[in-house]
């Protein structure tokens, strides 16, 4: 029986085991999914040795995507690009395999929810400059966006984002987004602000075009201030959820064979267990 795992210390909380239980359910995979806690300390040996724990490949998160990406024998340009691995596989000659897919998740979300969002798309502003930032500005890059601003409240982040992912890319200023802001054809919120808990993400939208899409990669709670504030002034808003839920696919077709949908019963589920519906 193929049994793949997500991964990280802590990993009590992750949705993962009912993402992917769903569709092994889905499917009538005789395979398992479950949540293994790897602390820090031993995670590189673990990732190297995974046939050894019983397992085909797993996903990795919080605190581990750099030693996942240091434990991989072959990276993907997306891996490469985002310089840490969220997901694990061993190929048919035993090779460890490493992707980041929250970049391709951020595009499949948006992809499902609003078909075309990009089609004229050139400008993009992403506010934040973290591991998030990193998997969206490259997501972004590959559909071809020839402008990605990034703000951050530590500017030399930005800018360090900014130096490495090229000329495409441009570090500003957060006092300047207002006016950067009548420029853009897609906001996106990649910082923690706005999610429980955290402090609100406050920013004036009163320059932004009305035909610009605005997103936030927060899922908790699923309408943030900033999806309410640009709903309420008429653009086109798409939720955090299924980026989470689209990060997944990849990782359980390498694992068990076959491609899976991210439907909207899966997105209940998950609402339901998040106290969201
Ligand atoms: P991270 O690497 O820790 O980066 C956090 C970012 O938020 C940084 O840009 C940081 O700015 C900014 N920030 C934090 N507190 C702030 C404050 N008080 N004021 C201004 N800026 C602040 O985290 P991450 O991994 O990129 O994740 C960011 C968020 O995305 C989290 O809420 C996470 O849950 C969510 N996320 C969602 C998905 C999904 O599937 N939907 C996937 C990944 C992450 P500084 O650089 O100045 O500290």
């Known amino acids: 029986m193929r049994k793949a795992a997500v991964t990280g210390h802590p990993i009590g909380h992750s949705k993962s085991p009912l993402i992917h239980g769903y569709w092994l359910k889905q499917h009538g995979i005789e395979g398992s999914y479950v949540a293994q806690d790897v602390p820090p300390e031993t995670a590189r040996s673990f990732y190297s040795s995974l046939p050894e724990h019983g397992f085909v490949g ?6 581990n995507k750099e030693h996942a990406y240091n434990a991989a024998e072959k990276l993907d340009d997306a891996a490469k690009m985002i310089g840490a691995v969220n997901t694990l596989w061993l190929d048919e000659n035993g090779v460890l395999n490493g992707s980041n897919t929250d970049g391709l998740g951020f595009l499949g979300n948006l992809d499902q929810l609003l078909p075309n969002w990009d089609k004229n798309g050139n400008k993009a502003i992403v506010l934040g400059a973290g591991g998030a930032a990193r998997a969206i500005i490259w997501a972004l890059l590959s559909r071809g966006y020839t402008e990605v601003y990034i703000a951050n409240r530590t500017m030399e982040k930005a800018q360090k984002l900014a130096d490495h992912f090229g000329p495409n890319t441009i570090a500003i200023s957060w006092d300047t987004l207002g006016e950067k802001l009548g420029e853009a054809d897609l906001l996106v919120n990649t910082t923690s602000l706005g999610m429980t808990g955290q402090p609100e993400l406050k920013i004036d939208l009163d320059n932004l ?3 610009a899409v605005v997103t936030d990669i927060v899922y908790s709670p699923l309408q943030t201030e900033l999806l309410r504030d640009a709903t309420e002034r008429g653009n086109r808003t798409v939720d955090g959820l299924g980026m989470l839920l ?7 077709e390498k694992w068990f064979g076959v491609r899976p949908e991210v439907t909207g019963e899966l997105r209940k589920i998950i609402l ?4 969201l519906a």
Request: proline share 10%; net charge positive.
């Open 58 to 63: 797993c996903n990795v998160t919080i605190p």
């Open 209 to 211: 075009s009305k035909s």
């Open 246 to 252: 689209h990060q997944a696919v990849p990782g359980f």
């Open 272 to 275: 339901r267990e998040m106290g």
